[in-house]
């Protein structure tokens, strides 16, 4: 994989500080409903969905067998009571792990990003698959992170 690819992996730190940048504690933690996450509890399910893929990649590069697993991302966050904690510590540990994630991304040979296992929904999936869902996923998230922004400026 080239060495852009592992940039853009690591620039989804910067793309989520200017998502967030200037709001307020209060702005962080709102939420349109008792069920909809603030943009808080999205950056919380960020490390969450972090930690999966940092499992997923090290499993499929260790030749499981297994599934990928699958995590129930809305008990995850109500369980942690992901909106009481701070954004500051959500954000060194989102940081530490993609910092991690990257250090063993360039550790990998070109044929180690293709090397396969199968997800939850039952399809085969690569090392560079997963990497780029992951991207993908914060991808969408920073359009979430907008729409709460968008929802929450008479706040």
Do not use: C
């Not at 540990?93 to 063993?104: E, I, R, S």
């Not at 929904?121 to 698959?129: C, L, N, Q, R």
Request: glycine share 6%; no cysteine.
């Amino acid at each position: 994989m080239s060495g852009d690819f592992i940039e853009t992996f690591l620039n989804t730190r910067q793309r989520l500080l200017d998502a967030i940048e200037g709001l307020s504690a209060e702005q962080l933690q709102w939420k349109q409903a008792p069920k909809v996450w603030s943009v808080q509890e999205v950056l919380a399910h960020l490390v969450d969905h972090s930690i999966i893929t940092s499992f997923r990649l090290r499993d499929i590069l260790a030749g499981t067998e297994e599934r990928l697993p699958l995590f129930n991302q809305d008990a995850w966050i109500s369980g942690q009571y992901a909106n009481e904690g701070a954004v500051s510590d959500i954000l060194e540990t989102f940081t530490a792990l993609l910092h991690y994630n990257a250090q063993l991304l360039r550790r990998l040979k070109r044929a180690d990003f293709d090397q396969t296992a199968v997800n939850a929904k039952g399809e085969i999936v690569s090392v560079a698959d997963i990497v780029r869902g992951f991207i993908r996923h914060v991808e969408n998230h920073l359009g979430q992170i907008e729409r709460i922004k968008q929802a929450a400026a008479p706040v």
